[in-house]
């Protein structure tokens, strides 16, 4: 079974640093490029940054660009989100997810989330 | 930047109706127009991907369509599991864009 399971994130202080990691198993990870969306609260889906299947690229919303770090390691099928000089606005649930395919693909595979609380 | 108007913003309907919402693109995006379900505390959800493409093991109800820029999905006769809130997202172009979302309720 194809699974992506998160951890990291909880309460953070203003201008402090947090990582969210995002495991995957049950497929070819390094085969795909990967994403993370966020849902503040009320809010709808936003996204927030890619990664390339080989970690040679990365793209970022313009929320976040220069606070947030996406990088992977694709020998321990890892995702990885670094956040940094984190702001109340960053306060969100944080998704990771796989493209379905190469491209301009949407996402078939999501984490469960986890909770990041700046405060 | 592509921006998604998604339309109404919340939805009331009863077990067995059909509901169509709809997808607005601020410019052409072809049919690269996906929709998400998603209810609270769970992952997001793909239903359809490239405007009418059931994602596979989604029930037959759902259905997608539109290019350019309008885009709907339709859900014939509504099962109770279906209450949840719906996203269209478009991968045309980078940054990757969600709409703001259409809630249906019970």
């Known amino acids: 079974q194809v699974h992506l399971v998160q951890s990291g994130g909880g309460l953070v202080q203003p201008g402090k640093s947090v990582r969210l990691s995002c495991k995957a198993s049950?497929?070819?990870?390094?085969?795909?490029?990967m994403h993370w969306v966020r849902q503040a609260p009320g809010k709808g889906l936003e996204w927030v940054a890619v990664i390339a299947k080989d970690g040679g690229y990365g793209d970022y919303a313009d929320a976040v660009k220069g606070r947030l770090t996406i990088s992977r390691d694709n020998s321990k099928n890892i995702l990885f989100l670094d956040l940094n000089n984190v702001r109340t606005e960053d306060t969100a649930v944080y998704y990771c997810a796989k493209d379905r395919l190469t491209g301009a693909e949407p996402f078939d595979l999501w984490g469960q989330g986890t909770m990041v609380v700046v405060s | 930047d592509i921006h998604l108007t998604q339309s109404p913003s919340s939805l009331s309907a009863s077990v067995g109706d059909k509901v169509t919402m709809s997808c607005r693109a601020s410019q052409n995006i072809a049919t690269y127009l996906h929709w998400y379900q998603h209810k609270p505390g769970k992952a997001p959800q793909l239903l359809v991907y490239a405007a009418s493409t059931l994602q596979t093991g989604v029930p037959s109800r759902f259905t997608g369509g539109g290019s350019g820029t309008d885009f709907t999905l339709t859900i014939n006769s509504l099962q109770p599991e279906d209450f949840a809130s719906y996203y269209c997202?478009?991968?045309?172009?980078?940054?990757?864009?969600f709409g703001g979302g259409t809630r249906l309720e019970i």
């Open positions: 997202q478009q991968t045309y172009t980078h940054p990757v864009s």
């Open positions: 049950g497929f070819n990870f390094g085969s795909y490029g």
